[in-house]
């Protein structure tokens, strides 16, 4: 089917920065939106950001607004998360998603897909 595979998460001081990527690869025939939710210990998942394909419609978590940047690069069916000025609080593992139409037995079933997650730990 389709599989979405996770990179860049890491260990960083509070205001520092990374890059989380997300790659879509399997039988897709057409991505509607890829985004970006966070879990933290105790917490229940939350969206983070998510970015429409057609339509261009940008979403963003308020405790994120101004300092993270979703963007995609279709061609490649990759989405990235630019992460800046990190915070504590950023701290949780980060899981890519999918609206995929993807291709099975003739046909074109929609489905959300999920990556296996990738831990951002911020340090005070």
């Known amino acids: 089917q389709v599989q979405l595979v996770e990179s860049g998460g890491g260990l960083v001081q509070a205001g520092g920065s990374l890059r989380l990527s997300c790659a879509a690869s399997g039988s897709i025939f057409s991505i509607n939106v890829m985004g970006w939710y966070r879990q933290a210990p105790g917490k229940q998942r939350e969206l983070v950001a998510d970015s429409t394909t057609h339509g261009g419609t940008i979403n963003y978590a308020d405790a994120v607004k101004g300092r993270f940047t979703i963007s995609r690069d279709n061609a490649k069916n990759t989405v990235y998360l630019h992460m800046n000025n990190l915070k504590p609080e950023d701290t949780a593992v980060y899981y890519c998603?999918?609206?995929?139409?993807?291709?099975?037995?003739?046909?074109?079933?929609?489905?959300?897909?999920w990556g296996q997650g990738t831990q951002v730990t911020v340090s005070s």
């Open positions: 998603y999918a609206d995929v139409i993807y291709s099975s037995g003739g046909y074109y079933p929609r489905a959300d897909f």
